[in-house]
């Protein structure tokens, strides 16, 4: 069964400086698909960065970069710079294939992130 | 472009009531997905729907069930409610492709007494 561990439940960093937040997966799949969503204490999740097992390069978007080690099983996310308003709950999901298209994602833990001023 | 909306927001309903949940995905989306999201089990994958058609099903009771309308949106029933049932319900659409991404929507609380 596929499965995600994030083994980090809160984290501090200061403000402007990088943290990196933990993600582990577990699949049998070899096409599979890594995400990374922050959620506010308003509760939406909001994407942030997409990781496919075939791309080659480690995916970036902006202050976000996720570090990806196939070999390890491993897609920590990097969050360069960090500002007040980083401050959330931040889930690393897998997206397992099922038929055709249709996928679902599996969530991990989660870790809280608190960016001090 | 608006994003997935969710009615209503806030739901207080007591045990053994039923409720329906509601979601519109962004225009053009034809994929939504529903997550259930507890404090004990965390997010965990309820149901999608493409195409009117459920595609997948996570591991829920009957109790939960749902449906998609011609026009993409989607709504999600739960019967006979448990105390258990109190979370997050958060629904999430896309445009259905394996690499799509999912947008979610803010949510329904549901609080059942």
């Known amino acids: 069964a596929q499965k995600i561990t994030q083994t980090q439940p809160g984290m501090f960093v200061q403000e402007k400086e990088a943290v990196t937040l933990d993600c582990t997966y577990d699949?049998?799949?070899?096409?599979?698909?890594l995400f990374w969503y922050k959620q506010p204490s308003s509760g939406e999740m909001i994407f942030l960065i997409y990781?496919?097992?075939?791309?080659?390069q480690n995916a970036t978007e902006g202050r976000y970069s996720l570090n990806f080690q196939k070999a390890r099983k491993s897609a920590n996310l990097v969050i360069s710079a960090s500002q007040l308003g980083d401050s959330a709950m931040y889930f690393c999901?897998?997206?397992?294939?099922?038929?055709?298209?249709?996928?679902?994602?599996?969530f991990g833990s989660g870790t809280r992130l608190l960016v001090r001023p | 472009k608006a994003g997935v909306t969710q009615t209503p927001r806030y739901l207080i309903k007591t045990r053994g009531q039923q409720v329906t949940l509601s979601c519109s995905p962004i225009?053009?989306?034809?994929?939504v997905s529903w997550y259930q999201q507890t404090p004990g089990q965390g997010l965990q994958f309820l149901f999608e729907?493409?195409?009117?058609?459920?595609?997948n099903k996570g591991n829920f009771p009957g109790r939960f069930s749902g449906r998609q309308f011609s026009n993409s949106r989607s709504e999600m029933n739960v019967s006979t409610l448990e105390l258990g049932d109190s979370a997050l319900y958060l629904c999430?659409?896309?445009?259905?492709?394996?690499?799509?991404?999912?947008?979610f929507g803010p949510g329904t609380r549901l609080t059942v007494l």
């Open positions: 999430a659409s896309s445009l259905g492709g394996a690499r799509d991404e999912q947008f």
């Open positions: 699949t049998s799949d070899q096409s599979y698909g």
């Open positions: 990781q496919g097992s075939y791309d080659e």
């Open positions: 999901a897998m997206r397992e294939a099922w038929m055709d298209s249709s996928y679902k994602l599996i």
């Open positions: 225009s053009g989306h034809r994929s």
């Open positions: 729907y493409f195409s009117e058609t459920q595609r």
